[in-house]
C-alpha cells in the first residue's frame, strides 16, 4: 500500500491486532528479565504492566501491580497504586479505583508522580473539581516556598502544568501557581493557547489560516512531550553503603587501589558531584551499590567484578534503570548516615 493510500477499516483492525500482540510479547519479556534480575524487578515489572495496558490487556496489568504491591517492602508503593488506580477505572472498575486515589490523597506522597497520575485519571473522566484539588494538593505539598521563589524543579512541573490545564477548562482567573506554570512551559505557544479548550473545534475549521496555527500549536505540544520522554538519566555516581562497601572488597580485594578506605570513597563521591556541578553537568545522581546486582552486572558483560572500568558502566546501567537520587539531597545526606546533608557531606558547600 502507498503511504498517501487510506488503510481500509480492516487494514486498520490488522494493524491495532498486530500492535497489541506486539505489547503482550514485549511485556512478556520484560517479566522473564525481571525473574533474572530481582533487584531490578520493580522497574521491568511497572514497564511490563504499562505494554499490557497498551495492549488492552488491563486486567494482566492489576495482576503485576496486585503482585508487585505484595512484594516485601516495595520501593515506590504510592506511584504502583496510583498506576493500579489509574488502570481500573480504564476497565470499569470505578468504584475501587476511586477508593485506591482517595486513599493516596489521604497519604500524601512525597513523590509528584502519583499526584499527576490520579489527577490525570480524574481529569480523563471529567471529574475536572477532583482534579483540580488534586494538582494543588500536591503541589502546595512538595513545593516550598524557597522553590516558588527560585524556580520549581523540572519533576514537579507536570503539576504546575496539569492544574493549570484543568483550570483553562473550568474557566478559572490566573493565580500565583498558573503564573509559575506559565514560567514553566518550555514551548514557543502559551499555556492558554496550549490549554485552550476552543482547540479542538479549530480543528475543523475551513480557514487556512487557523489550521495551520491550531498544527503549530500541536507540534509544540509534541515537542515537550517528547522531550520529557526522551529527557537523559541523571549524570550517576557509584556509592557503595557500608555494609556493601565491606562486603565488596572483602570478595574482591584488588579493588582496594579504587577504595582505599569508607571515608575516603564517601570524600571522592562527594568530591566527584561538585567538580561536575561546577563544570556546568546538570541533572546529577547518585546511585546505591549492591554486592549482587554488581556480580550480576560483571557475568553480563562477560568480565570479572575485579575489573574496575565496570563500576562507572555499572553506574551509568543503575541510572538509566532509574536508580539514581538527585544531588544534592534536600533533606538527609546522601551517605546513610541520618545527618542533615548541610551538616554533613554538603557543610561548606
Not at 513545593?143 to 507536570?158: D, N
Amino acid at each position: 500500500m502507498r503511504p498517501d493510500t487510506p488503510a481500509t477499516p480492516a487494514e486498520n483492525a490488522e494493524n491495532a491486532e498486530t500492535d497489541r500482540a506486539n505489547h503482550v510479547t514485549e511485556a512478556e519479556r520484560l517479566e522473564r528479565t525481571a525473574a533474572m534480575y530481582p533487584e531490578d524487578a520493580e522497574h521491568l515489572l511497572l514497564q511490563a504492566a504499562a505494554h499490557y495496558e497498551l495492549a488492552e490487556a488491563r486486567d494482566r496489568a492489576t495482576t503485576l501491580y496486585d503482585n508487585l504491591l505484595a512484594a516485601e517492602s516495595p520501593q515506590a508503593p504510592a506511584l504502583i497504586r496510583a498506576l493500579k488506580a489509574a488502570n481500573l477505572w480504564e476497565y470499569g472498575h470505578e468504584a475501587e479505583a476511586r477508593a485506591i486515589i482517595t486513599g493516596i490523597r489521604t497519604s500524601a506522597p512525597r513523590d509528584p508522580a502519583p499526584w499527576v497520575i490520579v489527577a490525570e485519571s480524574l481529569e480523563a473522566h471529567d471529574e475536572l473539581e477532583q482534579a483540580h484539588e488534586t494538582f494543588t494538593e500536591g503541589l502546595e505539598l512538595l513545593v516550598p516556598a524557597s522553590e516558588r521563589e527560585s524556580g520549581v524543579p523540572l519533576p514537579k512541573h507536570p503539576l504546575l502544568l496539569g492544574r493549570h490545564r484543568v483550570r483553562r477548562m473550568l474557566g478559572s482567573e490566573h493565580d500565583a501557581w498558573d503564573a509559575l506554570a506559565d514560567q514553566a512551559n518550555r514551548t514557543p505557544v502559551s499555556l492558554d493557547e496550549l490549554h485552550d479548550p476552543k482547540r479542538t473545534w479549530a480543528l475543523g475549521s475551513e480557514n487556512p489560516a487557523e489550521l495551520q496555527a491550531e498544527i503549530s500549536r500541536l507540534r509544540a505540544e509534541l515537542g515537550t512531550y517528547r522531550e520529557a520522554l526522551s529527557r537523559p538519566f541523571p549524570v550517576a555516581v557509584l556509592h557503595w553503603p557500608s555494609q556493601e562497601y565491606t562486603e565488596l572488597l572483602s570478595a574482591y580485594p584488588s579493588l582496594t587501589s579504587e577504595y582505599p578506605s569508607y571515608e575516603a570513597h564517601l570524600s571522592a563521591t562527594e568530591a566527584s558531584l561538585r567538580e561536575l556541578s561546577s563544570s556546568g553537568t546538570a541533572n546529577l545522581g547518585i546511585v546505591t551499590g549492591t554486592v549482587p546486582s554488581y556480580e550480576a552486572f560483571a557475568a553480563s558483560e562477560g568480565s570479572s567484578p575485579e575489573d574496575v572500568s565496570l563500576l562507572p558502566q555499572y553506574a551509568t546501567t543503575l541510572a538509566a534503570r532509574g536508580r539514581a537520587v538527585a544531588w544534592p539531597p534536600g533533606a538527609e545526606c546522601w551517605c546513610g548516615s541520618g545527618v542533615a546533608y548541610g551538616q554533613c557531606h554538603g557543610g561548606g558547600a
